[in-house]
């Protein structure tokens, strides 16, 4: 799998063989969204490719003001493939947005952030490559209600795999096979209900160029995962893109929905993105030394100090939702400890195990897919830059069950932890920002943080909950 096209004038070929009808100008805003742009193919020629479209920058949220909305999406041709869920033939392209009135690439567009991430890299001298590796989980649900009101909150999701379904009459009958609970983990069908959903999305990401190893049940009821190889910084950022994309219309087109919501549900797993990464020079993996601890060697050691030193911070753009800190809570798989560890799934760094230089990485644990690719894989990548700059040594390695500890032992080894709110995040980063700024401007990370206590803390804060109902009402 790979790229359809290698440029303009071999995309304009593609297009003419494919009888392309349509264009679809993809691109992405701070939250991770993605939006479009749809154009006849008529109306796309080697120039507007080359030199870019213009678009209303002011209908996106956290973007211009509407007396300078004027702005450009620049097709990156190479990431072009084919929709395989439009009724008529659509190719779609990644855009980069440029700004017009400072004459350069936009200072808030992600994917732009991301290249900038790339240039410092190769300036630092430190490598010409980062790979990222991202796992993104997902859950399947049959249907979801919720309502936001000012008398009245809730929400509802149903899958035939809860269990909370055992004793629901069906009209074809109650077969009862469910995974219940944390179960979930590798079970053959019928108790893994998703299998052939799944399968279809393996297709699917196939068709749009992904290079897909697996897919299997996660450990919560209703819960998938579908492994994807990793890529460059970028290149796998737009391919969260597309696996989220892909994931969700699957699900849609089956009569399902499909949610990447850190923890959708209480008391069973959430959904992560564990990251794999590694920095590459000339071919050769800096972060490999063989008879190390883990064969780390002590520019990945580095690495992993910078990541941690500044976690807290960093925690703003890989676990950027309210909901994220639901799911880091002792118990769930969902590391909240900064520490590393080789093989052991309890740390928020693991080590995976790995024979030989090619496979030697680290894997950060704690990011979720609410956070925009670009931006997430961004921070941990200037943070750890800054770590082997200044040598920040991690603390660790443990090899523990760390999850076993309680807050009180955690303390008392003086282990630091993940933020517990939003909140703290977007505090600590404010605190803690200058490994951010050789990249991220002063622009964007003001509007980055007002537009997360806008849209998340604030809100999020202001809204009684039925737990609070049910602990507090009768006091």
Not at 266 to 279: K, P
Not at 424 to 443: G, Q, R, W
Request: net charge negative; charged share 25%.
């Amino acid at each position: 799998m790979g790229k359809f096209v290698k440029d303009v004038d071999d995309f304009l070929k593609y297009c003419k063989d494919n009888e392309v009808e349509f264009v679809d100008l993809r691109f992405t805003d701070i939250k991770g969204a993605w939006h479009h742009l749809t154009y006849r193919m008529s109306a796309i020629n080697k120039e507007n490719l080359t030199t870019g479209v213009p678009f209303d920058g002011s209908s996106i949220e956290a973007w211009q003001p509407i007396n300078k909305s004027d702005m450009i999406l620049k097709p990156d041709v190479e990431t072009a493939f084919l929709d395989p869920f439009t009724a008529d033939v659509t190719i779609v392209v990644f855009c980069d947005i440029y700004d017009i009135y400072k004459g350069e690439m936009y200072e808030k567009c992600p994917r732009s952030i991301a290249k900038k991430a790339l240039k410092h890299l190769e300036e630092t001298g430190v490598g010409d490559v980062a790979y990222f590796g991202p796992e993104n989980e997902f859950f399947i649900f049959d249907d979801v209600r919720f309502r936001d009101d000012i008398n009245s909150s809730y929400f509802r999701v149903d899958s035939e795999e809860g269990e909370w379904n055992s004793d629901t009459k069906y009209e074809h009958g109650n077969m009862a096979h469910r995974p219940r609970t944390k179960g979930g983990y590798f079970p053959v069908q019928p108790i893994d209900s998703m299998m052939d959903l799944r399968a279809e999305m393996i297709f699917m990401l196939e068709q749009v160029g992904l290079e897909v190893s697996l897919g299997h049940h996660e450990v919560a009821q209703a819960q998938g995962e579908i492994g994807v190889k990793f890529g460059t910084l970028v290149e796998a950022a737009d391919n969260v893109q597309k696996y989220k994309y892909v994931v969700k219309m699957v699900a849609h087109l089956n009569g399902k929905t499909a949610t990447f919501m850190p923890k959708p549900l209480h008391g069973d797993n959430g959904n992560g993105m564990h990251v794999h990464q590694s920095i590459w020079k000339k071919g050769k993996n800096t972060f490999y030394k063989e008879g190390e601890y883990a064969n780390l060697s002590e520019t990945a050691r580095h690495y992993i100090g910078g990541v941690l030193r500044h976690a807290q911070a960093v925690a703003a753009f890989t676990n950027p939702s309210t909901n994220s800190y639901k799911r880091l809570i002792p118990g769930f798989e969902a590391p909240s400890i900064l520490t590393y560890s080789s093989q052991n799934r309890s740390a928020s760094c693991r080590i995976p195990y790995g024979a030989g230089e090619a496979a030697t990485r680290i894997e950060m644990r704690f990011p979720d897919s609410t956070s925009c690719p670009y931006l997430a894989f961004t921070a941990m990548l200037l943070a750890g830059l800054d770590g082997i700059k200044n040598k920040f040594e991690p603390v660790g390695p443990m090899d523990e069950d760390l999850f076993e500890l309680s807050l009180d032992e955690i303390r008392e080894k003086g282990i630091p932890q993940m933020p517990h709110t939003l909140r703290e995040a977007l505090e600590a980063m404010i605190k803690d920002n200058d490994f951010l700024k050789p990249v991220m401007s002063d622009l964007f990370l003001t509007t980055f943080k007002d537009y997360k206590f806008e849209t998340q803390v604030w809100e999020d804060e202001a809204r009684p909950t039925a737990f609070e109902y049910m602990s507090t009402y009768s006091c």
